[in-house]
Every structure is written in C-alpha cells, then in structure tokens.
C-alpha cells in the first residue's frame, strides 16, 4: 500500500534561517506531488506542484522553492525564512488519472 | 475559473445531533467530489468521494450525494459524535486540477 512521510513533524525557527522539508511517498511510480500550507485556522494554499523529476509548478510567488530530486521525494526550501511563513505545511500526492489527492501527516513550521 | 463553496463555520451540536455541512461548486466540466477531514493537529485524510452525478460517497456514517443540477456536495450524517470533531474540507477534481473549499470547523459537545 501506498504511504506518504514527511518530516520533520515540527520545526522552530528564526527569521532569516533557511529551511529544508521533506516529504516521500512510498508504494507508487511517478505520482503527482503538492505541497500546500495552512495559516492556523484557514484553509489551504497551493504552493507548489510537481508532475515529474525536475518539473516544478509555483502558484504563489514567494521566497519558498521545491524541488523534485527523485520520483517520489519533493523538498520545500527558503533561503531565509519570514515570520509570514510560519503555517502547516502538507505535502500531498496523487496518480494520474485517479484523481484522488492523499495526504501526509504535515509540519509545523513556527518562525520567530 | 473552478472554486468551491462550504457554509461558513465554526459549527457546534451535541451528540447524537443531525449534521449537515452545505457544499456547493462551479466547474467548467464535470468533476469528482471529495470530503476530507482533518482532525486536530494532523493531515487532511480522504472521508468520502463521488466521480459522477447522483453518485452517493459513504464512510464512517458520513455520506454525500453529488447533486449536478444545483452543483452541491452538502455532507451528511444522522447522529454526530464527540470524536467527529474536526475541519471538514470539500473540494473538487478536474482535469489534475484540485481545488478545496475553505474548510468548515465541526465541534461536537458531550
């Protein structure tokens, strides 16, 4: 079956510190990958998606970037963290053709 | 473009309390359906789906009936519980395009 990991679960950080997130999903080939935050109390936001290795869509425009190094990992970075990226931040996957997104457990990123 | 409508919350019932969280959508097409839930502190989990019209998605007692000539969603579910606390998302899938409601907090008092 298929399973999706992110980590870290939870992450204090400075303003002005880099960041690194990283989430992997095991048991499927070539999926389609999200990530998206959640500001406390809101609703979610698409950040970034990827199709492939190496493919990577934004849809906000921010300091945050991702990228896809291999089929089933995708990494959210920043150079230097904002006090306005502080969120819960999900990473998500689907099939082609399945239609269906699932998600992984989330990080709690606090920026200070 | 695509967008998805839920009723406003916070939502509050007591137990054994009827439950009904309106959904509706606009779409240029005809998309799939979904209900997630996202119980405190974790990840959005898939509860129900529905892929064409009049099609009804069910799991856990929750179910939803997808509904193209008024475009809703709406979720339901008879007798709630204290442990169905949490945000409900609906959101709608078309063409690889996901797109998610803003969520609707439920609380469910003993």
């Known amino acids: 079956s298929q399973t999706i990991h992110q980590w870290p679960a939870t992450l204090v950080q400075p303003v002005g510190s880099p960041l690194s997130l990283e989430c992997t999903v095991e048991?499927?080939?070539?999926?389609?990958l999200y990530w998206y935050r959640q500001a406390a109390g809101r609703g979610l936001q698409l950040l970034f998606y990827s199709v492939g290795i190496g493919q990577i869509s934004s849809e906000v425009p921010q300091n945050l970037s991702a990228s896809r190094p291999q089929d089933r990992q995708f990494i959210l970075s920043s150079k230097k963290l904002l006090l306005s990226d502080s969120g819960f931040y999900l990473c998500?996957?689907?099939?082609?053709?399945?239609?269906?997104?699932?998600f992984g457990p989330g990080t709690r990123l606090l920026v200070l | 473009g695509d967008s998805v409508t839920q009723m406003e919350g916070p939502v509050t019932l007591s137990e054994e309390a009827c439950l009904t969280i309106?959904?509706?959508?606009?779409?240029?097409?005809?998309?799939?359906l979904f209900w997630y839930v996202q119980y405190p502190g974790e990840g959005l989990q898939l509860l129900l789906k529905?892929?064409?019209?009049?099609d009804k998605g069910s799991n856990k007692g929750f179910e939803a009936t997808y509904r193209k000539e008024t475009t809703s969603f709406h979720l339901e579910k008879g007798s709630v519980q204290v442990s169905d606390s949490a945000v409900y998302f609906c959101?709608?899938?078309?063409?690889?395009?996901?797109?998610f409601g803003p969520g609707t907090r439920l609380s469910v008092l003993p």
């Open positions: 048991g499927t080939s070539n999926p389609n």
């Open positions: 529905a892929t064409k019209a009049d």
């Open positions: 959101a709608l899938s078309l063409d690889q395009n996901f797109v």
């Open positions: 998500a996957w689907s099939v082609i053709d399945k239609e269906t997104q699932y």
């Open positions: 309106n959904c509706t959508y606009t779409a240029t097409g005809y998309p799939s």
